[in-house]
Protein backbone atom coordinates (compact mmCIF):
# COMPACT_ATOMS: atom_id res chain seq x y z
CA UNK A 1 0.00 0.00 0.00
CA UNK A 2 1.29 3.73 -0.58
CA UNK A 3 0.15 6.81 0.71
CA UNK A 4 -2.24 7.45 3.57
CA UNK A 5 -4.98 4.91 4.51
CA UNK A 6 -7.79 5.97 6.70
CA UNK A 7 -10.41 3.17 8.46
CA UNK A 8 -12.95 2.84 8.31
CA UNK A 9 -14.18 5.20 5.47
CA UNK A 10 -17.41 5.34 6.86
CA UNK A 11 -18.83 5.09 10.66
CA UNK A 12 -22.41 5.79 12.61
CA UNK A 13 -22.31 5.48 15.85
CA UNK A 14 -24.27 6.63 18.61
CA UNK A 15 -23.83 9.43 21.63
CA UNK A 16 -22.50 6.87 24.12
CA UNK A 17 -20.29 4.75 21.87
CA UNK A 18 -16.73 4.38 21.87
CA UNK A 19 -14.74 3.98 18.63
CA UNK A 20 -11.86 5.01 17.20
CA UNK A 21 -10.30 6.15 13.93
CA UNK A 22 -7.06 4.84 12.44
CA UNK A 23 -4.77 6.39 10.30
CA UNK A 24 -1.70 5.06 8.40
CA UNK A 25 0.65 6.89 6.34
CA UNK A 26 2.89 4.49 3.98
CA UNK A 27 5.75 7.57 2.81
CA UNK A 28 8.18 7.50 5.39
CA UNK A 29 6.90 10.95 6.86
CA UNK A 30 7.94 12.16 10.49
CA UNK A 31 4.75 14.48 11.03
CA UNK A 32 0.74 14.06 11.19
CA UNK A 33 -2.14 15.61 11.47
CA UNK A 34 -6.23 15.38 12.19
CA UNK A 35 -8.39 17.76 10.15
CA UNK A 36 -12.25 17.89 10.72
CA UNK A 37 -14.33 19.00 7.77
CA UNK A 38 -17.63 20.15 8.48
CA UNK A 39 -20.55 21.27 5.85
CA UNK A 40 -20.11 24.68 4.78
CA UNK A 41 -16.95 24.90 6.70
CA UNK A 42 -13.22 25.80 6.43
CA UNK A 43 -10.93 22.43 7.45
CA UNK A 44 -10.49 22.65 11.21
CA UNK A 45 -7.33 21.54 12.32
CA UNK A 46 -7.51 19.20 15.47
CA UNK A 47 -3.86 17.74 16.25
CA UNK A 48 -0.84 17.86 15.21
CA UNK A 49 2.14 15.50 15.73
CA UNK A 50 5.37 16.78 14.46
CA UNK A 51 9.21 16.29 15.46
CA UNK A 52 8.11 14.52 18.63
CA UNK A 53 5.93 17.58 19.40
CA UNK A 54 2.31 17.24 19.96
CA UNK A 55 0.51 20.61 19.60
CA UNK A 56 -4.21 20.65 19.59
CA UNK A 57 -6.44 22.95 18.55
CA UNK A 58 -7.82 25.05 21.98
CA UNK A 59 -11.29 24.84 20.46
CA UNK A 60 -11.54 20.52 19.75
CA UNK A 61 -13.35 19.15 22.51
CA UNK A 62 -11.84 16.16 25.44
CA UNK A 63 -14.42 13.79 23.75
CA UNK A 64 -11.30 13.39 21.34
CA UNK A 65 -8.22 12.15 21.97
CA UNK A 66 -5.00 11.77 19.73
CA UNK A 67 -3.01 8.53 20.06
CA UNK A 68 0.37 8.42 17.79
CA UNK A 69 2.30 5.52 18.68
CA UNK A 70 5.13 6.04 16.19
CA UNK A 71 5.64 8.10 13.23
CA UNK A 72 3.66 5.87 10.49
CA UNK A 73 0.44 5.45 12.71
CA UNK A 74 -2.33 7.96 14.01
CA UNK A 75 -5.49 7.50 16.20
CA UNK A 76 -8.49 9.46 16.70
CA UNK A 77 -10.01 8.05 19.73
CA UNK A 78 -14.38 9.16 20.16
CA UNK A 79 -16.12 8.65 22.94
CA UNK A 80 -19.69 10.51 24.01
CA UNK A 81 -19.89 12.74 20.28
CA UNK A 82 -22.44 14.62 20.16
CA UNK A 83 -24.31 14.94 16.48
CA UNK A 84 -22.72 17.99 15.85
CA UNK A 85 -19.38 16.09 15.58
CA UNK A 86 -20.57 14.25 12.45
CA UNK A 87 -18.46 15.27 10.06
CA UNK A 88 -15.32 14.31 7.53
CA UNK A 89 -12.40 13.71 9.38
CA UNK A 90 -9.14 13.68 7.38
CA UNK A 91 -5.79 12.49 8.07
CA UNK A 92 -2.38 13.75 6.66
CA UNK A 93 1.23 14.14 6.49
CA UNK A 94 4.44 15.55 5.70
CA UNK A 95 7.91 15.50 5.80
CA UNK A 96 9.20 18.44 8.36
CA UNK A 97 12.63 19.11 7.73
CA UNK A 98 14.14 21.75 10.54
CA UNK A 99 15.80 24.17 9.74
CA UNK A 100 17.20 26.54 12.56
CA UNK A 101 15.68 28.03 15.51
CA UNK A 102 12.50 26.23 15.27
CA UNK A 103 12.04 26.79 11.95
CA UNK A 104 10.60 24.42 9.52
CA UNK A 105 11.07 24.20 5.68
CA UNK A 106 7.64 25.49 4.77
CA UNK A 107 7.40 23.68 1.29
CA UNK A 108 6.35 20.82 2.10
CA UNK A 109 2.76 19.50 1.12
CA UNK A 110 0.50 17.51 3.45
CA UNK A 111 -0.44 14.06 2.00
CA UNK A 112 -4.56 13.44 3.06
CA UNK A 113 -5.86 9.77 3.38
CA UNK A 114 -9.70 9.54 2.05
CA UNK A 115 -11.22 10.48 4.86
CA UNK A 116 -13.55 8.83 7.54
CA UNK A 117 -17.34 9.85 6.77
CA UNK A 118 -18.27 9.76 11.04
CA UNK A 119 -21.76 10.54 11.93
CA UNK A 120 -23.21 10.41 14.98
CA UNK A 121 -26.79 9.48 16.00
CA UNK B 1 -2.77 35.14 12.26
CA UNK B 2 -2.76 33.79 9.02
CA UNK B 3 -6.04 33.81 7.29
CA UNK B 4 -7.16 32.56 3.41
CA UNK B 5 -9.98 33.74 1.76
CA UNK B 6 -11.84 31.97 -1.08
CA UNK B 7 -14.40 34.63 -2.23
CA UNK B 8 -15.95 32.22 -5.21
CA UNK B 9 -18.75 29.48 -3.51
CA UNK B 10 -18.84 28.05 -6.56
CA UNK B 11 -17.62 28.35 -10.68
CA UNK B 12 -18.75 26.89 -14.22
CA UNK B 13 -16.93 26.64 -16.61
CA UNK B 14 -16.92 24.81 -20.16
CA UNK B 15 -15.38 21.87 -21.35
CA UNK B 16 -11.71 22.75 -22.92
CA UNK B 17 -11.61 26.07 -22.13
CA UNK B 18 -9.69 28.09 -18.88
CA UNK B 19 -11.02 29.09 -15.12
CA UNK B 20 -9.23 30.73 -12.46
CA UNK B 21 -10.23 30.11 -9.06
CA UNK B 22 -9.47 33.31 -6.65
CA UNK B 23 -7.23 32.71 -3.63
CA UNK B 24 -5.97 35.47 -1.71
CA UNK B 25 -4.29 35.35 2.19
CA UNK B 26 -3.17 37.45 4.73
CA UNK B 27 0.03 37.05 7.21
CA UNK B 28 2.60 39.59 8.69
CA UNK B 29 5.11 36.76 8.26
CA UNK B 30 7.91 37.29 5.15
CA UNK B 31 8.21 33.71 4.51
CA UNK B 32 5.00 31.47 3.71
CA UNK B 33 4.30 28.74 1.28
CA UNK B 34 1.04 28.28 -0.78
CA UNK B 35 -1.17 25.13 -1.54
CA UNK B 36 -4.06 23.92 -3.87
CA UNK B 37 -6.06 21.34 -2.86
CA UNK B 38 -8.53 19.39 -5.19
CA UNK B 39 -10.92 17.19 -3.33
CA UNK B 40 -13.67 15.08 -5.28
CA UNK B 41 -16.68 13.73 -3.90
CA UNK B 42 -14.64 10.66 -2.98
CA UNK B 43 -13.10 13.04 -0.06
CA UNK B 44 -9.29 13.07 -0.74
CA UNK B 45 -7.47 15.91 -0.56
CA UNK B 46 -5.17 16.05 -3.57
CA UNK B 47 -2.05 18.64 -3.69
CA UNK B 48 -1.93 20.16 -6.80
CA UNK B 49 0.50 22.76 -7.09
CA UNK B 50 2.99 24.96 -4.38
CA UNK B 51 3.99 28.70 -4.66
CA UNK B 52 6.87 30.09 -2.13
CA UNK B 53 7.29 33.49 -1.02
CA UNK B 54 10.39 33.76 -2.34
CA UNK B 55 9.81 32.24 -5.29
CA UNK B 56 10.41 34.33 -8.75
CA UNK B 57 8.31 32.26 -10.62
CA UNK B 58 4.82 31.51 -10.90
CA UNK B 59 4.65 28.25 -10.40
CA UNK B 60 3.22 25.56 -13.50
CA UNK B 61 2.34 21.65 -13.39
CA UNK B 62 0.46 20.53 -16.37
CA UNK B 63 -2.29 22.61 -16.61
CA UNK B 64 -2.55 23.96 -13.28
CA UNK B 65 -0.42 26.80 -13.25
CA UNK B 66 -0.49 29.70 -10.22
CA UNK B 67 -0.62 33.50 -10.53
CA UNK B 68 0.99 35.18 -8.09
CA UNK B 69 1.26 38.42 -6.96
CA UNK B 70 2.78 39.30 -4.15
CA UNK B 71 1.81 42.61 -3.60
CA UNK B 72 -1.83 41.74 -3.69
CA UNK B 73 -1.27 39.06 -1.72
CA UNK B 74 -3.19 36.98 -4.18
CA UNK B 75 -2.69 33.14 -5.47
CA UNK B 76 -5.06 32.47 -8.21
CA UNK B 77 -5.29 29.23 -9.50
CA UNK B 78 -5.19 29.08 -13.02
CA UNK B 79 -6.50 25.34 -14.73
CA UNK B 80 -6.02 25.48 -18.49
CA UNK B 81 -7.95 23.28 -20.93
CA UNK B 82 -10.89 22.10 -17.96
CA UNK B 83 -12.10 18.48 -18.62
CA UNK B 84 -15.08 17.43 -16.97
CA UNK B 85 -12.86 15.30 -14.17
CA UNK B 86 -11.75 18.66 -12.98
CA UNK B 87 -15.27 19.30 -11.44
CA UNK B 88 -14.36 19.51 -7.79
CA UNK B 89 -13.71 21.40 -4.33
CA UNK B 90 -10.59 23.79 -5.07
CA UNK B 91 -8.80 24.81 -1.91
CA UNK B 92 -6.35 27.16 -1.32
CA UNK B 93 -3.89 26.81 1.51
CA UNK B 94 -0.96 28.71 3.09
CA UNK B 95 1.99 27.10 5.44
CA UNK B 96 4.23 29.28 7.93
CA UNK B 97 7.91 28.17 8.64
CA UNK B 98 7.89 29.84 12.25
CA UNK B 99 6.64 29.27 15.75
CA UNK B 100 4.44 26.82 17.28
CA UNK B 101 3.40 23.62 15.44
CA UNK B 102 -0.18 24.66 14.95
CA UNK B 103 0.93 27.94 13.25
CA UNK B 104 3.26 25.70 10.43
CA UNK B 105 0.42 23.36 9.53
CA UNK B 106 -2.07 24.18 6.58
CA UNK B 107 -4.51 26.73 7.19
CA UNK B 108 -7.43 26.39 4.50
CA UNK B 109 -9.79 28.89 2.95
CA UNK B 110 -13.44 27.79 2.55
CA UNK B 111 -13.04 26.72 -0.62
CA UNK B 112 -14.72 26.77 -4.49
CA UNK B 113 -16.64 23.99 -6.44
CA UNK B 114 -16.03 23.81 -9.63
CA UNK B 115 -18.22 22.23 -12.05
CA UNK B 116 -17.03 21.67 -15.69
CA UNK B 117 -20.43 21.51 -18.45
CA UNK B 118 -19.64 19.42 -21.32
Known amino acids: ETGVTQTPRHLVMGMTNKKSLKCEQHLGHNAMYWYKQSAKKPLELMFV???????ENNSVPSRFSPECPNSSHLFLHLHTLQPEDSALYLCASSQEVELIASNIDYNSPLHFGNGTRLTVT | AQKITQTQPGMFVQEKEAVTLDCTYD???????LFWYKQPSSGEMIFLIY??????QNATEGRYSLNFQKARKSANLVISASQLGDSAMYFC???????????????FGSGTRLQVQP
Open chain 2, 93 to 107: AMRLPSGDTGRRALT
Open chain 2, 27 to 33: TSDPSYG
Open chain 2, 51 to 56: QGSYDQ
Open chain 1, 49 to 55: YSLEERV
